[in-house]
């Protein structure tokens, strides 16, 4: 079951009492939705969630040391990632945004590293990024996707996965 998005009207500068009772009802509501929907979701792969994923879903965690994020996206030294031609490979360096070398045209079928529940997000920062993932089966830090391919070659694409066990599972993705 999901949870659509609805906006909850506030109450104006001069309210009365019964306009934020109604507020409160309203809000009250909307987060038991939520809640509902977090109780009855179910994992991937074996059914019922855990109440421990149900629980971490909800959690906001920084995207890197340069928390939080409202001050705009700053990168220091490591968190450009350099793909190993060879390897087709990456190595997981714990931080949550990764740039994408420029300039260099390969694929990527492996994220080494990570523990059980790490997320990271592979974004190219140039036009000059051409970087294929690559779905590679149930391997040791393989990556599973939605689709066989996924290409990251304009500015902005990106996917984000996260570290299921020994393999990286796409979440999300945002292709310009």
Do not use: C
């Not at 080494?112 to 149930?138: H, N, P, Q, R, Y």
């Not at 830090?141 to 500015?155: E, F, G, P, Q, Y």
């Amino acid at each position: 079951m999901g949870v659509n998005f609805r906006p909850i009207g506030l109450p104006g500068n001069n309210y009365s009492q019964d306009e934020e009772s109604q507020f409160r009802r309203n809000l009250e509501t909307y987060l038991l939705e939520i809640s509902s929907a977090v109780n009855s979701s179910e994992s991937a792969n074996e059914g019922a969630a855990s109440p421990a994923s149900k629980r971490e879903s909800l959690l906001l965690r920084p995207y890197s040391g340069n928390f939080p994020l409202s001050l705009g996206l700053r990168f220091g030294p490591g968190v450009t990632a350099v793909v190993d031609t060879t390897a087709k490979s990456i190595h997981y360096t714990g931080h949550r945004l990764v740039k994408l070398q420029p300039s260099v045209t390969t694929d990527l079928e492996y994220i080494i590293g990570g523990s059980d529940g790490d997320v990271i997000t592979l974004m190219a920062f140039s036009d000059d990024t051409d970087v294929t993932l690559k779905e590679t089966g149930a391997g040791a830090n393989s990556i599973k996707l939605t689709t066989s391919t996924v290409v990251i070659d304009d500015a902005h694409d990106n996917v984000t996965l996260i570290r299921s066990g020994v393999v990286w599972v796409e979440i999300a993705r945002a292709l310009h």
